[in-house]
């Protein structure tokens, strides 16, 4: 087992069961490297959002070892889940957005957690919403947005302070494809700023836009890994490319 | 973990604020007014029980119990003389017959207008002496009394004026516990309304609750922001109910106060006693802010 050195996320042999179901995910054992660009895909059912939250701290695992940043985080106290939280950014299958919050303040949320100054978010926000392309709906609360804004509202909230590692969940689902291809672009840029991204996605044409990317693949809540992402070392971009092709 | 908190602006917007629309501040409002007028009242008994003991700490009554009018009055007359010259004695006077009959007449019924007799001639009255001591009423004090009386005056009888009224102190005493156990009722009960409140905007706001924890927002964070509600909830509700308890309370001391009786007239609330009910609404803020907070801190525990 790694001791944590350079992994940014370590899951070793992780089960996970809601109630006195069956588990939704077995044995799933990986290790995240920072600066990485991570494809999840798997076919509906198959355990994506499970495991993206078990990796965004919204759930504890029924067994195995996570840890985070070198820290165990299945023993860490819930007290000391909040900092862990900040580090990440999370682009939610449902968006969640604030109802009574706009735009702009949904996007400002996690800035106004982490106790930053109006005058350090207002710049930020804006130039986040002009990314997206939402600078005219700064003021428009969740409920008069369309999906595919609603969906931008929440990229750029998971954007906004820089995270360690973003990850998303079917983030292109509600965006045309000229977008999708925009928000990619961002993360890329996110990805080569530092920043670790995993994306759970079942477009397969969305994983060719990447070619850096690793992929993870899920079935049946097992994991597999057709170009050797969960390797340690990974393998070089090429030959994994080669290999994986998707 | 002591993390800032979000823009004091802003943190209200999380929660939509129903303020005064909303039933929060009004039952605040109530139970505060409530409040503020038991305590009014356990302070006016208090002060009314205190005012008759200082009266009376110092009082003794001098029974001459004579069937025979003549032995009557010369005892009560001899008795005064003596009492008067008495060491320790401040005062001493006969109560006048006149007054003694007036009484009297509630139980007796009144003189017939050409009836030479006076009810006291009919039905036996004891005559009454009012002593005033120079300091409190002891056991020894009264029995150097009944004793300087004995020869002279062997009808008296000798009384502390206390002892008399020891029922009515023992039932202020039970008025003013009840007010006190009024107080901490309304207080539970203000804090039941906060929790049942509190949990009620956790239920309606818990998707915002839990987007804000996985967005890293600790716990004294999202508390915050309930306290900072329900407390601009109890400011409001207590300016209110404050008003209103003092309206009431002025209220009831004028129709107290047209009684005209000696003893509620020493049941008036000082400055000291406004103070202390101005200070309800201070108590009944914070005893929401408390409740608020450790009702959201202890739901929150239960996510993870």
Do not use: C
Request: hydrophobic share 50%.
């Amino acid at each position: 087992m790694n001791a944590g050195g350079g992994e940014i996320v370590q899951f070793d042999n992780v089960g996970l069961r809601y109630g006195a179901g069956k588990e939704v995910l077995s044995d799933i054992s990986f290790t995240l490297y920072p600066g990485s660009f991570y494809f999840l895909t798997g076919a509906s059912g198959a355990g994506k959002t499970s495991l993206l939250k078990l990796l965004y701290l919204a759930q504890r695992p029924s067994r195995g070892m996570i840890r985070m940043f070198g820290t165990d985080v299945i023993t860490l106290p819930r007290a000391g889940l909040p900092a862990f939280r900040r580090r990440l950014g999370v682009v939610f299958q449902d968006f969640r957005l604030v109802p009574h919050l706009s735009a702009f303040d949904n996007v400002a949320l996690p800035l106004r957690v982490s106790g930053l100054r109006e005058s350090e978010i207002e710049g930020p926000v804006a130039d986040m919403l002009d990314w997206v392309g939402l600078t005219d709906r700064a003021d428009a609360r969740p409920a008069t947005l369309s999906g595919g804004e609603q969906q931008r509202v929440a990229i750029a909230r998971a954007v906004i302070a820089r995270p360690d590692m973003l990850v998303a969940d079917e983030p292109t689902g509600n965006v045309d494809p000229e977008m999708a291809v925009k928000l990619l672009r961002l993360f890329e840029a996110l990805n080569r700023l530092g920043t670790t991204v995993v994306v759970a996605t079942h477009d397969l044409h969305l994983l060719k836009k990447v070619p850096e990317s690793l992929i993870m693949r899920l079935d049946k809540g097992r994991l597999s890994d057709p170009t050797g992402a969960l390797r340690y070392p990974p393998r070089p971009p090429a030959a994994r490319q080669t290999e994986g092709g998707a | 973990m002591n993390l800032p908190g979000f823009g004091a602006e802003r943190r209200a917007q999380l929660i939509p604020q129903a303020r005064l629309s909303g039933p929060m501040p009004w039952v605040l409002a109530i139970m505060i007014a409530m409040t503020a007028i038991a305590v009014a009242g356990g302070l006016a008994l208090a002060n009314l029980a205190s005012a008759a003991r200082a009266e009376l700490s110092g009082g003794l009554t001098v029974q001459i119990v004579e069937a025979d009018s003549v032995k009557r009055d010369r005892q009560a007359e001899l008795a005064v003389s003596v009492l008067s010259n008495m060491e320790g004695v401040a005062a001493a006077h006969r109560v006048p017959d006149a007054e003694l009959e007036t009484l009297i007449e509630p139980w007796l019924g009144e003189r017939e207008p050409g009836d030479a007799a006076a009810v006291g001639d009919a039905v036996p009255i004891p005559a009454l002496i009012d002593v005033r001591l120079d300091g409190p009423v002891t056991q020894p004090r009264i029995r150097a009394v009944r004793d300087r009386l004995a020869s002279g005056a062997p009808a008296a009888r000798v009384d502390a004026q206390s002892s008399w009224l020891a029922p009515v102190f023992s039932a202020i005493s039970s008025l003013q516990w009840l007010a006190l156990g009024l107080v901490v009722l309304l207080a539970a009960t203000s804090a039941a309304a906060v929790w049942l409140a509190a949990r009620s905007a956790l239920g309606s706001n818990r998707s915002t609750i839990e987007i804000v924890h996985l967005l890293g927002g600790t716990d004294s964070q999202i508390a915050r922001i309930f306290q900072r509600s329900v407390g601009i909830d109890a400011v409001l509700g207590g300016i209110a109910g404050l008003a209103l308890g003092t309206i009431a309370i002025l209220l009831l001391g004028r129709q107290f106060a047209a009684l005209g009786s000696g003893m509620i007239a020493g049941g008036g609330l000082g400055w000291r006693d406004w103070l202390l009910i101005a200070a309800i609404p201070v108590a009944g803020v914070l005893i929401a802010m408390i409740t608020a907070r450790l009702t959201v801190l202890a739901a929150l525990r239960r996510m993870l």
